[in-house]
């Protein structure tokens, strides 16, 4: 049974019942932080990503969603949101402008460049920080960083990415693994727009979900939640529906069948003006369901300003990893 709970708004004096269905994520939704994201599909994640100290916008105000991701502010963007550390025992240069050409060490990038190098990502000598990054070289930026975190085990399911004929086999394979921990998509026609430039608003939702996933991997975020099975990615979006109140959708993706349901099970309400949302994925009753890969989506109702999270209920149910194709 869904748990309702009730809150007061401090200005609007109102008493809001909270319901959903749900799933998983580790970095919530925000309050708006900048004045250009209402209506991204990235938002709460470009929120939650400056809430963690992870990103800044152009300006205090503006972020710029739309404008083109450089070298610079995504070699930054994935050793902050990672948390990559100086590895010197790896070997390699002291300073950035020893190895890269066009890197200043008095840049405010230059030590991103070098911790960058020294955790094996796959950066061109001749590199040029304020050159655009491609979605293909951004995603095995992406991935490389994700293995310098560790060996994470990964489903083996083959995506045929119709626009990526061109493609390296090392891009290729960091797509493929990208695709199967659910951290990028592919589009309408199963497109992935390769050589396109990636967004300031494309780089953080990936650089947000790569840091969900290591955070599930290695157990730094505290979700109750002992079970191995970590493939159920989750997003959240947070819509302003009245004055005070916003709603908060939570779909969880990679669900083996269309039989899994999704519940929140509570709403903790605590310091910071932070709600964590708790959910629980719910067993098929009884019948036959295609073997086909599902989500499920919650509703919760905020009071604005308030930043959500969601995370899984201690001891709850995790459902079997989808079986994937033979190739």
Not at 69 to 98: F, H, R
Not at 223 to 238: C, E, F, M
Not at 247 to 261: A, D, F, H, I, M
Request: with cysteine; charged share 20%.
């Amino acid at each position: 049974m869904m748990n309702r709970q009730t809150f007061r708004h401090n200005t609007k004096k109102m008493t809001i019942a909270c319901g959903i269905v749900a799933a998983s994520v580790l970095f919530g939704a925000s309050a708006f932080a900048f004045s250009d994201l209402k209506g991204d599909p990235a938002e709460a994640k470009i929120n939650a990503l400056h809430e963690a100290g992870v990103i800044n916008g152009v300006t205090s105000q503006l972020f710029a969603p739309k404008s083109k991701m450089t070298y610079g502010q995504a070699v930054q963007l994935i050793v902050s949101g990672l948390a990559l550390e100086q590895n010197p025992a790896a070997g390699g240069p002291s300073k950035a402008g020893d190895y890269f050409a066009k890197v200043d060490d008095k840049s405010w990038y230059a030590s991103s460049f070098l911790i960058a190098v020294q955790n094996g990502l796959p950066l061109d000598k001749a590199t040029n920080p304020n050159a655009a990054v491609s979605r293909a070289n951004f995603a095995q930026l992406l991935d490389a960083a994700l293995k310098s975190k560790g060996d994470f085990p990964v489903t083996e399911m083959y995506f045929n990415i119709s626009d990526g004929g061109k493609l390296s086999a090392e891009a290729n394979g960091s797509l493929q693994t990208l695709l199967n921990m659910r951290i990028i998509s592919l589009e309408s026609g199963s497109k992935f727009r390769p050589n396109d430039v990636v967004t300031r608003s494309e780089a953080a939702a990936w650089v947000h979900d790569a840091r969900a996933y290591v955070q599930r991997m290695l157990g730094t975020v505290e979700s109750g939640d002992d079970s191995p099975s970590t493939s159920q990615g989750a997003d959240i979006k947070v819509e302003k529906v009245a004055d005070g109140v916003n709603k908060v959708s939570v779909t969880v993706s990679n669900l083996p069948n269309p039989g899994y349901g999704l519940t929140i099970s509570k709403i903790e309400f605590g310091e910071g003006k932070k709600a964590v949302i708790y959910y629980e994925i719910t067993k098929p009753g009884p019948g036959m369901y295609p073997q086909v890969i599902s989500k499920a989506t919650a509703v919760a109702y905020l009071p604005e300003g308030y930043t959500a999270s969601a995370q899984p209920m201690p001891g709850s149910y995790t459902p079997p990893e989808p079986d994937a194709p033979q190739f």
